[in-house]
């Protein structure tokens, strides 16, 4: 039998389980919650047919903590004290799962628990029987046509069968009169049968006993409860939590590992230690990763630190060994990170798997950054920046933190980086200040970059209300709370949407005004204040009655101080974007772009990068294209995936396509649906077939030397 096919099985087998202790939780999974209402809503649904979901059993291939299913009582004595916890070896756990049919509950607990407990008389329920005195056979009625409701207590006015009597009726093979002798005692029974003749008497005893019958026949059916067992690796036990959770619980592999390491070792103790004593979030992944690495790194071989290896090679002992040093290197990196101002707070760094590197490092030299010496200082800003520019923790990080790892070892240990091509996967990925137009969701690593990049250059962003230095709101560097922070449009969205006039057309400057060139972090009151004033308005607002140095605090944010003096400015929302795009491009190419060849050359084993192209490309734009002919006025042109719908080019800001001249953003925006492009790497020529990109590469290949 394929075991992933849905199957099916009986409230007694259920029990049973449950009671051998084959039928168990994982550690981490949630308490029992559901009220007793829920309950009698799901044997009615049993008794009646009615769907109830298909339960989830699994089979794992590893070991880790379990927990019996809860019998505590709700309220009173024994309701708070511990389940029983199983440590249960990969060994055991495979051992048991052949011979003894041990599962695993992976979803439907709250169901399940809820029929073991009332079942089993933990919960007290009653099915209480519906009025038959008008019914001609009761005798021959079914369980559904016996039914009224099930309830907490039992009824005077109506024949009421406890649940636990049904299974007690099997398990301890009741005669009929122990089931008589139940019934008589009954509130029913004493109220209503105690002036009733004899027949009447008789047909209520054995309609109670047809009650009770019924449901222990129907405890056994086999095709009562329907469940998928499934098999599973550690992989697969992994995607089932991270995706599939019906209860809307999103648990991922670290819950899993706490699970697996809580016999030795209590994680999630661990780390709400750790929160509670240092005020730090605690990234729990960073901490598993780190310690993974250096467990990988000493065990020789293939370096691996993915979630498979670390639930597989990970013990309680390594933890025990290493979580305090990892949790003492944490804390210190975020605090120079912090101090340095990399940061502008941890929730905002662009990607906190770049802490382990840094990690690493920090061990490497001691434990302290005042150990660093400045060859490593400067080597350590350059990585920083180059990481972050050229996207390298948006896709394959764990592969991305061993390179970097190995690599800033390599940095602490005052050795040559050995790795082929190393410095070539740090070029950044922003090439012009344009490409700077196409960040606009602060999910992405280069538009966190970029704030992040403003306070460091500034050594600290000023508040534009007080010109001190701006922090958001957040224990994570375990300073006082300050006022929250907002990653504030310029330019107002509102402002734009209105469509004023502007130096660009309406269309583009929608498309571009969420662009990170158009954003900076201001307190989120301030923010709310401004709504959609023009920035002239509100800045000179601002200058007179708030700050009057305000000009030093923009031009720390890269913004034209002119905007809070000069009302024009309120028209030219295109000039600025260039000015401003212009500005961050220069620091992204002085942080991370012009160090690249000295990096390579005192830290790499062979000089493997070439001039780098930077410096040639920057301001060679469509119009330096158009002017030495590479592209020609009334070249055709198609966004890449859509070259059934060209364009012409009229001029090197505009195209025209389906009878209307209109800019290439736009056109690019009514063909895809994206916010903006980047022309060079998404518009085609089609006489070429090619990006305008490769012409611009062109041009500099074949440029005089």
């Known amino acids: 039998m394929n075991e992933n096919q849905s199957q099916t099985e009986s409230i007694f087998d259920m029990v049973r389980g449950i009671q051998a202790r084959t039928l168990m939780l994982p550690e981490f999974q949630r308490d029992f919650r559901w009220e007793m209402d829920r309950t009698y809503d799901l044997f009615d649904s049993l008794v009646r047919d009615i769907f109830i979901g298909t339960l989830i059993y699994g089979k794992p291939s590893f070991g880790m903590t379990l927990r019996e299913i809860d019998t505590r009582p709700r309220k009173g004595t024994g309701s708070r004290q511990k389940l029983g916890m199983h440590v249960i070896s990969t060994e055991d756990m495979r051992r048991r799962a052949q011979t003894e049919n041990l599962r695993i509950v992976l979803d439907g607990q709250q169901r399940i628990t809820s029929i073991y407990r009332a079942v089993t008389g933990i919960d007290r329920v009653y099915l209480i029987v519906r009025d038959l005195h008008n019914e001609p056979n009761p005798q021959q009625l079914g369980l559904e046509a016996l039914l009224e409701e099930f309830a907490g207590e039992e009824r005077s006015d109506a024949i009421s069968v406890l649940l636990e009597d049904a299974y007690r009726a099997e398990i301890d093979d009741w005669d009929e009169e122990k089931m008589d002798e139940r019934f008589l005692a009954s509130s029913y029974a004493r109220e209503q049968l ?29 095709k009562m409860v329907a469940f998928y067992l499934l098999d599973m690796s550690l992989e697969k036990f992994c995607l089932f939590f991270e995706r599939s959770n019906s209860r809307g619980i999103q648990l991922n592999f670290i819950d899993i590992l706490a699970a697996k390491l809580y016999g030795g070792f209590n994680l999630r103790q661990k780390i709400d230690e750790f929160e509670s004593q240092t005020q730090l979030r605690m990234n729990r992944e960073v901490i598993v990763r780190a310690i993974a690495y250096i467990r990988a790194t000493e065990r020789g071989g293939q370096v691996q630190i993915d979630r498979s290896y670390i639930l597989e090679h990970l013990e309680a002992t390594d933890f025990q060994q290493l979580w305090d040093e990892m949790c003492q290197l944490y804390a210190s990196v975020l605090g120079y990170l912090d101090t340095q101002h990399y940061i502008l707070a941890q929730e905002w760094m662009p990607s906190e798997n770049m802490l382990i590197p840094l990690m690493i490092f920090l061990r490497e030299i001691g434990g302290s950054f005042d150990r660093m010496g400045e060859e490593q200082r400067r080597f350590i800003e350059f990585w920083y920046w180059a990481s972050v520019f050229a996207n390298r923790y948006s896709t394959a990080t764990n592969e991305v933190i061993i390179s970097d790892s190995q690599a800033l070892t390599q940095i602490a240990q005052g050795t040559v980086i050995n790795q082929r091509g190393y ?12 490409d700077l137009y196409s960040y606009t969701r602060r999910a992405s690593l280069t538009y966190r970059g970029v704030l992040n990049l403003l306070a460091y250059a500034a050594r600290g962003l000023p508040d534009w209300s007080s010109k001190q230095r701006i922090r958001l709101h957040t224990p994570s560097i375990g300073q006082q709370s300050l006022p929250a922070l907002d990653d504030h449009h310029i330019y107002p969205r509102a402002y734009i949407n209105s469509r004023p006039e502007l130096d660009i057309d309406n269309d583009e400057a929608e498309q571009l005004v969420d662009c990170i060139a158009n954003r900076t972090l201001i307190p989120k009151l301030l923010n709310i204040r401004i709504g959609r004033r023009p920035p002239h308005d509100y800045l000179n607002e601002l200058q007179k009655t708030k700050n009057a140095e305000l000009a030093a605090c923009l031009d720390a944010h890269l913004v034209p101080a002119e905007l809070s003096s000069d009302l024009s400015w309120n028209v030219f929302f295109g000039v600025f974007l260039e000015e401003r795009a212009r500005r961050i491009f220069d620091l992204i190419h002085k942080y991370a772009v012009a160090p690249l060849n000295e990096m390579a050359m005192r830290h790499g084993a062979t000089s493997e990068i070439e001039e780098t192209e930077y410096s040639s490309s920057r301001g060679e734009r469509l119009t330096q294209l158009i002017a030495d002919g590479r592209v020609q006025i009334g070249d055709r042109v198609y966004v890449s995936g859509h070259n059934d719908q060209p364009a012409e080019i009229v001029n090197s800001n505009e195209v025209r396509f389906d009878g209307r001249v209109m800019s290439i953003n736009a056109w690019g925006q009514e063909i895809t649906g994206w916010a903006s492009i980047n022309i060079y790497v998404s518009v085609c020529l089609v006489r070429t077939g090619q990006p305008l990109q490769s012409l611009r590469i062109l041009s500099r290949e074949n440029a005089p030397q």
Do not use: C, N
């Open 194 to 222: 105690k002036h009733a003749d004899d027949e009447t008497r008789k047909a209520a005893v054995r309609i109670h006993r047809r009650a009770l019958k019924r449901l222990t026949d129907f405890y056994k059916q086999e």
């Open 423 to 434: 410095f070539r996967r740090l070029r950044s990925v922003v090439t012009e200040p344009a």
